[in-house]
């Protein structure tokens, strides 16, 4: 029997059309409370990381301990007043939001089509503007830092190296929710426009496999999470440290007999010049190739030497807990040449490779 190829007139609007750019509101509303993007920073003094998370709306994490570390490279202050992307999202997401819930009332192609360019424009706004404050934060160095390093871009996801630091980027929910959004108004419009088009019960059955090739691979998408972050073995083992620094058992010997007014006086400074020593030295051990920056090398240990020499001088005043001038002073010799020893530590990585 010869099969019907009869033309249809344009079928109703799908009802599958109305849920799914309701879900599609209500994934880009939830969004706004959902970090985006975050980064775990690891070294041997931050073994477990320290971790920055970015939300539509504000950033949070260690940031205080993380601006104390780019201080000493030059990077600008991480601040939420810094980023005006942050005022500018939310506003994006909430009409973004409205926009999916009014196409899922009127129904009709060029209502869908609104939220879903929007999208598109949102998702390229954010990448350019992620990618352009990464440029910035590693190309916008301050040239009167402590440590002089080669400007350079901070992955926007994966690992990346530098000196002793070990940073781990990643999406987020934040980040996967609009775009599992964006597939589901995707699929909305497809199904208006099919229903416009006079179709035949044939080209129905054919096109059937590519709708649920299409929500599948919307759901396999939303099923991927981010990455390891450094809480994990892979992190312990670049960290290459589980407990207290050689600094934070110095400093921890030396203090504790302090009275409240040394520690007043002192003991943030001391904390500091161990730290820097701590850090110089991390930065140094994790020079790959010592043959290939041997100048720079032997110039970071000849400071860490003059500075070391220093210190023994000040440690019989330590000891007991004194904080004069002579002390601070001394104090502040020290980590000046901790830094410098810093500078030439970092040069060798970059020469030698980490």
Known sequence: MRRSTQVRPPAPVPRAVQPLLAAAGALVAAAVFLPLWGMTLV??????????????????????????????????????????????????????????????????????????????????????????????????????????????????????????????????????????????????????LRALRPHTPEATMRRSPMIAALF????????????????????????????????????????????????????????????TRDLVQGALDGVADPGKAKDEVEDARGWIRKGDQKFQELKPKLETGACDGTVTVGLDETWQFYVKAGTSAVQAGQIAGT
């Open 43 to 192: 070294s041997t003094q931050y073994p477990e990381g320290l971790r920055m998370v970015i939300y539509p709306t504000r950033i949070v994490g260690d940031i205080t301990e993380i601006n104390v570390l780019n201080h000493y490279i030059g990077m600008a202050e991480i601040t939420n007043d810094y980023f005006v992307e942050l005022s500018i999202l939310p506003l994006l997401f909430a009409t973004i939001a409205t926009a999916c819930l009014a196409a899922s009332m009127v129904r009709h192609p060029w209502a869908t089509a609104m939220p879903l360019l929007m999208m598109g424009g949102t998702a390229g706004y954010g990448f350019w503007s992620m990618n352009r404050r990464l440029y910035q934060f590693g190309h916008e160095l301050d040239p009167a830092a402590p440590i002089d390093i080669e400007p350079f871009t901070p992955r926007m996801l994966g690992e990346h190296t530098l000196a002793q630091f070990a940073t781990y980027s990643y999406f987020d929910w934040g980040t996967f929710l609009p775009m599992l959004a964006g597939a589901l108004a995707a699929a909305a419009l497809w199904l208006q």
């Open 216 to 275: 599948l691979g919307a759901l396999l998408f939303s099923a991927c999470g981010k990455p390891e972050t450094a809480s994990t073995d892979d992190t312990k083992t670049a960290a290459k440290s589980g407990g207290p620094t050689a600094g934070d058992r110095e400093y921890a010997r030396l203090t504790a007999s302090w009275t409240q007014g040394a520690l007043d006086g002192c003991a943030s400074q001391l904390r500091d010049v161990l730290g």
